[in-house]
């Protein structure tokens, strides 16, 4: 496998350039600047010459700046700090990047991933410590690595564990409350209980520990609903219907309703439109002007305990995530209009202090402050739906933290709330039903644990375990 490795000059704009300098700076007095470039490695079977080679450099360089582009390193020396994906997965970036090159007639490219490159302008040379100040502030622990020298292969030398079995059969309850410990799956007393039952008294076999962390994601906080379609007993009292029941009987206008707790998101009676399609869609062909049944879909969803961790990539994996629903939506929706709304607490804005604010009370340093919650967490939003080529239309903050009765009121744990306006076509309101051997693929486990894949799973559960 050869590895082909290609330079792009300044990947920020100078807005966030300077505001990553302005970062970096509070850690690094001595800074009197960065700059930056991005890195691609192409990963191929074969040599890339010729034409195949001129096409892979006229996808990756910027079209308006040509020069800005080259097979050598614009920046080089002691003080430049490269970033890269972690080797062990392929990047969703990768996998549409080989997609178009293979549909560009360069076939050979089995991977292409990319870094960045970070200069930092300084005097003296950059001392180890230095290093370690600076690196959490450029990238992301959980999805990325730096690394120290430059990368000659996209080959990780990670071998894949063994398939192990949690013996419930065995040893009962006990096992499962032991592999929650282990695996910090999360689960409560409740799930352990439920899961406990299914394996013993419905599907006799001891369940493996990739299908236990799936379990985990797919009945997570985010979707509980095998506990939300449980008995309710309220006092000794079995009520007559369930939570879920009870949520759903909010929901009078039948006629309106086109879907409704059954889907990525919810959607009501649109009306028709005109607008152009392809007459062949997925094929080159002209375009017709056609008029067809659009409906309104909206979806929502918090971000809050990650934006606690980490705001910036916290909420914008929360909003990329609801833009993923409003877009998976049927069988597919279109995007609109996106809805933001952040909630936290006193901002103690340095040279600034406000009558109300008590610059005493703490706050944990291994977490985002409110003041950095509001500045990272609105970039981190606004960047990655407007990447993604949805615009924000209605935004709303609040900062709250009073002394009331001698006691402290604050929304220490921020609030994230990301909501989408979008449309879908009224022939792709309902999905296609899954049928007896099609291949189910399952992302995440125990070697990248994410928790977005659980929607998909909780639908085909049945199947797989039936």
């Not at 002209?286 to 879909?297: F, I």
């Not at 003041?371 to 970039?379: D, E, N, R």
């Not at 994230?416 to 693929?441: A, C, W, Y």
Request: glycine letters at 8%; proline letters at 6%.
């Amino acid at each position: 496998m050869l590895l082909y490795k290609f330079y792009r000059k300044g990947f920020l704009s100078d807005a966030r350039t300077a505001e990553l300098s302005e970062r970096i700076k509070a850690a690094l007095p001595a800074l009197k600047g960065i700059m930056t470039e991005k890195v691609f490695f192409v990963a191929s079977e074969n040599d890339l010459v010729g034409r195949e080679l001129e096409t892979l450099k006229w996808l990756l360089r910027n079209q308006h700046r040509p020069k800005e582009f080259q097979q050598a390193p614009f920046l080089s020396g002691e003080k430049v700090l490269e970033i890269a994906p972690l080797l062990n997965f392929e990047t969703a970036d990768s996998t549409n990047a080989v997609s178009i090159c293979q549909s560009c007639a360069i076939p050979s490219i089995t991977r292409l991933e990319q870094g960045r490159r970070y200069e930092l302008l300084l005097d003296k040379p950059l001392t180890n410590e230095q290093r370690k100040l600076i690196l959490p502030l450029i990238y992301d622990k959980m999805t990325e690595a730096y690394y120290p020298k430059s990368l000659d292969t996209l080959s990780s030398d990670k071998e894949p564990e063994p398939v192990a079995y949690i013996p419930v059969l065995e040893r009962g309850l006990e096992a499962l409350i032991e592999a929650n410990k282990s695996y910090g799956t999360g689960m409560d007393e409740t799930d352990l209980k439920y899961y406990h039952y299914l394996f013993t008294e419905v599907y006799h076999r001891n369940p493996s520990d990739v299908e236990f962390l799936d379990l985990g994601n797919a009945f997570s906080e985010h979707s509980r609903h095998h506990a939300f379609n449980a008995k309710l007993i309220i006092d000794g009292v079995e009520m007559p219907f369930s939570l879920f029941e009870l949520v759903k009987a909010t929901l009078k206008n039948q006629e309106n309703n086109i879907i409704a707790f059954h889907d990525n998101g919810s959607a009501i009676k649109g009306r028709p439109i005109s607008l152009l399609i392809p007459s062949r869609p997925g094929f080159p062909s002209p375009a017709r002007m056609v008029q067809l049944l659009y409906h309104y879909v909206l979806t929502c969803e918090t971000h809050n305990h990650p934006c606690l961790l980490e705001a910036e990539n916290g909420a914008g994996t929360g909003s990329r995530g609801r833009v993923r629903d409003n877009s998976a939506t049927g069988r597919g929706g279109v995007i609109g209009s996106g809805i933001s709304i952040f909630m936290g607490g006193q901002l103690l804005i340095p040279g600034y202090p406000l009558p109300w604010e008590n610059s005493a009370w703490g706050y944990d340093p291994k977490v985002e402050s409110p003041l950095s919650f509001f500045q990272k967490a609105t970039k981190g939003d606004f960047y990655s739906a407007n990447e993604h080529g949805e615009p924000s239309g209605l935004f709303y903050a609040e900062s709250y933290g009073f002394n009331i009765g001698g006691q402290r009121w604050e929304n220490i744990k921020p609030i994230m709330f990301t909501g989408g306006v979008s449309f879908v076509d009224s022939r792709h309101v309902k999905k296609n039903q899954p049928e007896p051997g099609m291949l189910i693929i399952r992302i995440g486990g125990k070697a990248y644990r994410i928790g977005k894949t659980h929607k998909y799973f909780r639908i085909l559960l049945n199947y797989i375990l039936i």
